[in-house]
């Protein structure tokens, strides 16, 4: 995974929906058997947040 993209839920669109953006500087952590990254939003630097599979918390390590 070169880039890690979340919703954010500060920059929405016209629908007032969050929209996909990158996130900077991930940290992948793991608890009770699942991973999640945290990091902050490229575009308005919100916390951003996203659950993922061992195998790409791996590769994001």
Known sequence: MAE???LCMK???A???PTMQTM???SVE???NRYSAKGKCAQCGG????FLS???AEALK
Do not use: T, Y
């Open 4 to 6: 890690l993209k979340a």
């Open 11 to 13: 920059c929405r669109d």
């Open 15 to 17: 629908n007032n929906k």
């Open 24 to 26: 900077q500087n991930p």
């Open 30 to 32: 793991e608890k009770n």
């Open 47 to 50: 916390n951003m947040f996203k």
């Open 54 to 56: 061992k195998a790409d």
